[in-house]
């Protein structure tokens, strides 16, 4: 048994360590999993440079999902059984051969759905359906902004918005990116490194989908109108602030908000955190987890697939993410 361990806070190639791992027995709502691929997640990025909060300390495996095989069920687990090919929600630890998980963050998945797919189930379409469905109760037909909509998250917003007929604008930071999000049916593309998004959207938004943060946050949350929500769930613009001042000016570009304005305005701001939800919400994740694996077996929902990597190109994978190069799911295989 082997798995990854985060070492060294710093660029992908010093930071992660191939080491020999040994597995707990699984408590009554635990699984054990044998592993077959485990996901890549923005979090692991900002992890790997020494900015998330909830990184337990190093050395540590991080890793937010695997799809693997069940090999020992807890005695009170009563949604998977041993031999299940599934996705799993893992708290930490997925980079590795073997993981001990929550059933609640668990489901079942068919033996032929492609690997890639089934991944980005694990945290982003499930982070999307909590945001879509939980934190925003979208409704058929709103007019909605989704920010990164190219990304893993991104996608599975769109893709999600999509299925309720909701007008769908998007942004992204390349042509490439654009395209894509065309053929996804995003019905307003911009590239927010060439327009400003807020001087092209000319109405009242419904739901705002945020993952930039600073002042992408404050724009994006201006463009709602009456009865309007904000979902805020990342802030990928912190990877851009440097020094310590410029991380207090960052802070700062979010704007002040007042009880008075969202009254007035009968408007509202959810903040997502799956780790939160995961440590103290199981049954919500169970539900969108369980929900998610459902679409996609229906053909509601289809995954796109950036990359998966063998074992031996996690560096590469991670620099890619990291870069803004990729589009969809990121994953890696655990080689034969
Ligand atoms: N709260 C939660 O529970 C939760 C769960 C999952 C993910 N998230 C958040 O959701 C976001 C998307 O996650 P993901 O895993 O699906 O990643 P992703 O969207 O596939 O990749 C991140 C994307 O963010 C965009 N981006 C914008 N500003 C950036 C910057 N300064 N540096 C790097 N990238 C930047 C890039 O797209 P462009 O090239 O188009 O700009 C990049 O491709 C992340 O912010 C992540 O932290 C939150």
């Known amino acids: 048994m082997e798995a990854f361990f985060l070492v060294k806070n710093g660029s992908a ?14 408590e009554a709502l635990e699984v054990a999993i044998e ?7 923005f979090a692991d990025v900002t992890a790997r440079l020494g900015l998330y909060r909830d990184c337990p300390p190093l050395p540590t495996v991080v890793g937010y999902e695997v799809v693997g095989r069940i090999t020992e069920t807890g005695s009170d687990v009563n ?84 299925h309720k007929g909701c007008k769908i604008y998007g ?25 400003d998004f807020s001087e092209v959207i000319k109405e009242d ?23 309007g929500r904000m979902v805020s769930f990342g802030a990928a613009s912190q990877l851009d602030a440097g020094n310590f001042f410029s991380k207090i000016r ?8 007042h009880p008075v304005q969202f009254i007035m305005n009968s408007k509202s701001l959810s903040g997502v955190n799956m780790l939160r939800i995961a440590d103290h919400k199981q049954h919500l994740l169970q ?29 590469e994978a991670h620099t890619a993410l990291e870069k803004r190069k990729t589009m969809g799911k990121i994953g890696i295989v655990w080689e034969e």
């Open 35 to 41: 592993v077959e691929a485990f996901g890549l997640n």
């Open 171 to 195: 942004t992204a930071g390349s042509e490439e990116k654009l395209a894509y999000l065309r053929n996804q049916g995003v019905d307003v593309p911009i590239n927010y490194r060439t327009q």
């Open 79 to 162: 949604n998977v059984s041993k031999g299940d090919r599934v996705i799993a929600f893992t708290r930490f630890g997925g980079y590795a051969t073997h993981v001990v998980t929550d059933s609640r963050g668990v489901a079942k998945i068919e033996e032929d759905y492609p690997v890639g797919k089934a991944l980005a189930l694990g945290v982003q379409y499930t982070t999307a359906y909590f945001s879509a469905e939980m934190a925003s109760s979208l409704n058929p037909g709103e007019k909605v902004l989704i920010q990164a909509a190219a990304g893993g998250v991104g996608t599975a917003l769109v893709q999600l918005c999509k």
């Open 205 to 227: 938004l419904d739901v705002v989908y945020d993952s930039i943060g600073g002042s992408t946050f404050k724009k994006g949350f201006k463009l709602l109108g009456p009865g």
């Open 13 to 26: 190639d010093v930071a992660f360590e191939r080491r020999a791992i040994s597995l707990k027995q699984p």
């Open 287 to 315: 539900h969108a987890i369980e929900q998610v694996a459902q679409l996609a077996k229906e053909g509601k929902i289809d995954p796109y697939v950036g990359g998966v990597y063998p074992a031996s190109q996690l560096n």
């Open 250 to 257: 960052f802070g700062l570009s979010f704007g002040f908000y």
